[in-house]
């Protein structure tokens, strides 16, 4: 019963993301499928689910629920927290994926941005005999000894979005975004900006509000751009808005306290350039293509792009939210003993704000 739901859900999941038939994966982007591309390392990322498979088919048998729910496939998702505009519309992709007509029960917890108990509802979904796991690490270390109970107990374990340190052995597969490209276009869109304004030989003063330390969003976004300033740019100062308005007003409001000559601030997600925002105009300033400061963002949520609009933001670097159809997609292979490739990446752009007018009525988000 359960295998029979799953290949009719398989099919017309395939039909809705790629089309029967087309072997590459997929996602919905905000405007459509994109191809999700593997890290080029070639086959070696490739988990062969056979093996997968074996240990997932002694789970099922094992974690067979007595609660009459057994025709489901039992998903538990371990979730960031609901800080950003970005982790909401992540969550919705997920609740509206895994859902019981899809053939899931969904187990969602909101973990609060607190590891520690990220760790211990990992524990909780490893108690409860869930079919697979989700996890969207908080920072990248410290899940090593839960991952090694859960792989103990033959449960997979997919990991979204952010990454984390532990063995990859430890994981079955891992989608999400490419943090550190993201950083790397931030800059070099920066320096085509300051070209395209005659401004390349100018020095710049930046200063960095950064997401929640530790997280592999953070981290890549931090040293994809950091790597890539130019020689006549300074960074002033880096100080974490933990990926919340309220952290982003905050560190603004004291950067401006301490910095009287601030050329370019870059926010690493949208709801930390509302509050910044909010600072800099509260301190009689401005920014955005017109404005006193040069805004950089990131994520492209729909908020993003109304602040583009405004004249608020100069440039929103896409990071893509609607994971739950690929993650479904996954475990559908994972319940056919299918391959699926160890490690992919979301396709994503890079929005300035002279695009934004005409794009912001497609996103999704
Ligand atoms: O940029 C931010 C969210 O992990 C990519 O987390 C995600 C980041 C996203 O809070 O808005």
């Given at each position: 019963?359960?295998?029979?739901?799953?290949?009719?859900?398989?099919?017309?999941?395939?039909?809705?993301?790629?089309?029967?038939?087309?072997?590459?994966?997929t996602?919905?982007t905000?405007?459509g499928?994109?191809?999700?591309?593997?890290?080029?390392?070639g086959?070696?990322?490739?988990?062969?689910?056979?093996?997968?498979?074996?240990?997932?088919?002694?789970?099922?048998?094992?974690?067979k629920?007595?609660?009459?729910?057994?025709?489901?496939?039992?998903?538990?998702?371990?979730?960031?927290?609901?800080?950003?505009?970005?982790?909401?519309?992540?969550?919705d992709?997920?609740?509206?994926?895994?859902?019981?007509?899809?053939?899931?029960?969904?187990?969602?917890v909101?973990?609060?941005?607190?590891?520690?108990?990220?760790?211990e509802?990992?524990?909780?979904f490893?108690?409860?005999?869930?079919?697979y796991?989700?996890?969207?690490?908080?920072?990248?270390?410290?899940?090593?000894?839960?991952?090694?109970?859960?792989?103990?107990?033959g449960?997979?374990?997919?990991?979204?979005d952010?990454?984390?340190?532990?063995?990859?052995?430890?994981?079955?597969c891992w989608?999400?975004?490419?943090?550190?490209k993201?950083?790397?276009?931030?800059a070099?869109w920066?320096?085509?900006?300051?070209?395209?304004?005659?401004?390349?030989?100018?020095?710049?003063?930046i200063v960095?509000?950064?997401?929640?330390?530790?997280?592999?969003?953070?981290?890549g976004?931090?040293?994809g751009f950091?790597n890539?300033?130019?020689g006549?740019?300074?960074?002033?100062d880096?100080?974490?808005?933990?990926?919340?308005e309220d952290?982003?007003?905050a560190?603004?409001?004291?950067?401006?306290?301490?910095y009287?000559?601030i050329?370019?601030?870059?926010c690493?997600?949208?709801?930390?350039?509302?509050?910044?925002?909010?600072?800099?105009?509260?301190?009689?300033?401005?920014?955005?293509?017109?404005?006193?400061?040069?805004?950089?963002?990131?994520?492209?949520?729909k908020?993003?792009?109304?602040?583009?609009?405004?004249?608020?933001?100069?440039?929103?670097?896409?990071?893509n939210?609607?994971?739950?159809?690929?993650?479904?997609?996954?475990?559908q292979k994972?319940?056919?003993?299918?391959?699926?490739?160890k490690?992919?990446y979301?396709?994503?752009?890079v929005?300035?704000?002279?695009?934004?007018?005409?794009?912001?009525?497609?996103?999704?988000?």
């Amino acid at each position: 019963m359960r295998k029979r739901l799953l290949a009719a859900l398989t099919c017309s999941m395939m039909v809705l993301v790629t089309g029967c038939g087309n072997d590459d994966m997929t996602v919905l982007t905000p405007n459509g499928p994109a191809l999700i591309k593997d890290d080029g390392s070639g086959s070696s990322n490739s988990v062969s689910t056979k093996a997968t498979q074996k240990t997932t088919t002694t789970t099922k048998t094992d974690t067979k629920k007595s609660s009459g729910s057994s025709d489901l496939v039992h998903v538990g998702f371990a979730q960031v927290g609901s800080e950003s505009d970005w982790r909401l519309a992540q969550t919705d992709s997920m609740k509206s994926t895994f859902t019981e007509g899809n053939g899931y029960q969904f187990d969602f917890v909101d973990c609060n941005n607190d590891q520690q108990k990220q760790v211990e509802t990992i524990q909780k979904f490893i108690d409860d005999k869930v079919d697979y796991i989700v996890l969207d690490p908080i920072v990248e270390d410290g899940y090593d000894d839960v991952l090694k109970k859960a792989q103990d107990a033959g449960i997979p374990v997919i990991v979204v979005d952010r990454n984390i340190s532990a063995s990859d052995s430890l994981y079955t597969c891992w989608v999400g975004s490419n943090f550190v490209k993201e950083g790397e276009d931030a800059a070099k869109w920066l320096k085509e900006y300051l070209a395209s304004e005659g401004r390349d030989s100018e020095s710049l003063n930046i200063v960095t509000i950064s997401g929640t330390t530790g997280a592999s969003a953070q981290l890549g976004r931090s040293e994809g751009f950091n790597n890539n300033m130019a020689g006549n740019w300074t960074l002033l100062d880096e100080q974490s808005g933990d990926f919340n308005e309220d952290g982003g007003r905050a560190v603004m409001t004291a950067f401006l306290a301490q910095y009287d000559d601030i050329d370019v601030v870059v926010c690493q997600n949208d709801n930390e350039a509302y509050g910044a925002i909010d600072a800099i105009q509260n301190a009689g300033k401005s920014c955005g293509p017109n404005g006193d400061m040069i805004m950089i963002s990131f994520d492209a949520t729909k908020g993003g792009f109304e602040r583009m609009v405004a004249g608020e933001i100069n440039v929103d670097v896409e990071c893509n939210p609607l994971e739950g159809p690929l993650v479904s997609e996954l475990i559908q292979k994972l319940e056919k003993g299918e391959t699926v490739d160890k490690i992919q990446y979301v396709e994503e752009g890079v929005y300035p704000a002279d695009t934004a007018a005409d794009i912001i009525d497609s996103r999704a988000y």
